[in-house]
């Protein structure tokens, strides 16, 4: 290997405030998390750092060697997230630190409303990443595309022609309904996965591995903001890491699984079904209706712990297509107004205002 020490790489994200509303983030807030992790850089407690947001959340992408769920890793996303939020308040931003849900730190910020992405891996030869990063939808808007990139040939040509890939993959699958998770092996237990991982507000994929040495190859974020909290407090904008070439999909089989803006939970105020759009990083402002959703990949070469990039894997062209038929699907689905498939059914709306809206109608019901 390249280098024989272990790398963590931690993506750690959080809603500190919106501007102006909820479509994008102030830029006084970036430069407060980028002097934390800097100062953290300089002390030796982080190797690399990069900072970066899409739409109004806040995304830390951080490289060290103290492994996943660490605690002074976890400490200095949450006090930076804290110093981001106070000056938000000052600014009077939008939902200031609604994504912190507890008062103080507790060891980890697993459960305390940030979400977290981490993986632990010897670097190779040549150690490629993309990190995706999104706005105004839940942590099940990875399956299909964690389907496709790690378990669907018409996708990725790796899984038939790469014999460190043929084998397939091992999918970890979170119910996050009743606290359960379990592993299954693609291809041979597909359709099992894809029984699962279709109902995206349920089930959800935490991590892939190959499956001939259990190697890393991806993880996503699962946090259900709306499961803690106990009612609506933004949407949960998951990150997800996943490690590209060299005996795991290549980079363009792992982004041929975004050209196609498949539909995710989210879109204004947490209700609605809406197109998934892959964009650059400077389109990542969601305002029609608070959206669509957005998705922007942010690749880089990993040196000695060092991140080299980031690259904005999806300012291209090529995505302009999936762009334009993002907008269509985008129109088709407005115009259905408050009625289903474009507003959530009602037991995704149980954690939102609706509730206390039925309950002024509750003594108008008469039995038939």
């Known amino acids: 290997m390249a280098n024989e020490k272990t790398i963590t790489l931690s993506v750690i994200k959080a809603d500190v405030g919106g501007f102006v509303g909820h479509c994008s983030f102030h830029p006084a807030l970036l430069d407060i998390a980028k002097e934390k992790l800097h100062t953290a850089k300089e002390k030796g407690t982080l ?32 006090n930076t997230f804290t110093a981001c939020t106070e000056h938000a308040k000052e600014l009077k931003l939008y939902g200031a630190g609604q994504d912190l849900l507890k008062d103080a730190f507790t060891g980890t910020v697993k459960g305390m409303g940030p979400g977290v992405a981490e993986m632990e891996f010897i670097e190779r030869k040549s150690e490629p990443v993309i990190i995706f990063m999104a706005d105004k939808t839940s942590s099940g808007a990875w399956n299909l595309p964690l389907y496709k990139i790690f378990g669907d040939p018409f996708n990725t040509a790796g899984l038939i022609i790469d014999t460190s890939m043929v084998e397939g993959f091992c999918f970890n699958v979170l119910d996050v309904k009743e ?19 279709g109902a995206t507000d349920r089930y959800m994929v935490t991590s892939v591995l190959r499956k001939k040495d259990k190697e890393i190859a991806a993880v996503a974020s699962t946090e259900r903001l709306s499961l803690i909290a106990g009612k609506y407090v933004g949407k949960d904008d998951p990150v997800m890491i996943v490690r590209c070439q060299a005996g795991l999909p290549a980079v363009g089989e792992v982004l041929e699984a975004f050209s196609f803006p498949h539909l995710v939970q989210g879109w204004m105020r947490g209700s609605h079904n809406g197109p998934l759009m892959p964009v650059p990083f400077y389109e990542a402002n969601p305002t029609r209706f608070d959206g669509p959703p957005r998705v ?8 000695h712990g060092r991140l080299i990039g980031p690259h904005d894997m999806f300012d291209d062209p090529a995505f302009d297509e999936t762009r334009t038929k993002a907008n269509h699907i985008a129109e088709y689905m407005r115009r259905h107004g408050p009625f289903q498939p474009h507003r959530l059914p009602l037991e995704e709306m149980e954690y939102t205002t609706l509730p206390h809206v039925l309950e002024k109608l509750k003594e108008k019901f008469k039995k038939e």
């Open 47 to 78: 190797i690399d750092f990069h900072v970066i947001r899409c739409g109004d959340d806040l995304e830390l992408i951080m490289t060290h060697e103290k492994g996943c769920d660490n605690k002074t890793i976890h400490e200095l996303a949450w």
């Open 296 to 303: 922007i990949a942010a690749g880089f070469q990993i040196a």
């Open 179 to 197: 606290g359960k998770s379990i592993t299954l092996f693609c291809p041979e237990e597909s359709y099992y996965l894809l029984a699962l991982i």
